[in-house]
């Protein structure tokens, strides 16, 4: 049984810094693109990052480019989004995603194969 679990989440203050984890389990972590997208109160859900099967590609949405690094550890199975200067809009779910397209394609808007099932970040002002 394949599982995406993301933590890390939480309420901070606008300037403030997190770290959000996923932990996967059930598949072949090193076989899949791992990326981060993020749903506000409201709004659809929309992608923020994407790194590589090994690592060293990566790619942001505009929003998140400057702020956010996205980073994996594949003999952990786990993918992490920094997260400094946040700002009150950065506030939403934010959900890890595996895929077996590229970070590229991820970030274009090509399919996700697995959702974790999110994980909250209030930013208050």
């Known amino acids: 049984q394949v599982q995406l679990v993301e933590s890390g989440g939480g309420l901070v203050q606008a300037g403030d810094s997190l770290r959000l984890s996923c932990a996967a389990s059930g598949i072949s972590f090193i076989g899949y693109t791992m990326g981060w997208f993020r749903q506000p109160p409201g709004k659809e859900r929309a992608f923020v990052a994407s790194i590589s099967r090994p690592g060293g590609t990566t790619y942001y949405a505009d929003s998140a480019k400057g702020r956010f690094t996205i980073s994996r550890d594949n003999a952990k199975n786990t993918v992490h989004l920094q997260m400094n200067s946040l700002k009150p809009e950065d506030t939403a779910v934010y959900y890890c995603?595996?895929?077996?397209?590229?970070?590229?394609?991820?970030?274009?808007?090509?399919?996700?194969?697995?959702w974790g099932k999110g994980t909250l970040v209030t930013v208050s002002s």
């Open positions: 995603a595996a895929t077996t397209f590229t970070a590229q394609g991820m970030a274009a808007g090509s399919g996700v194969n697995y």
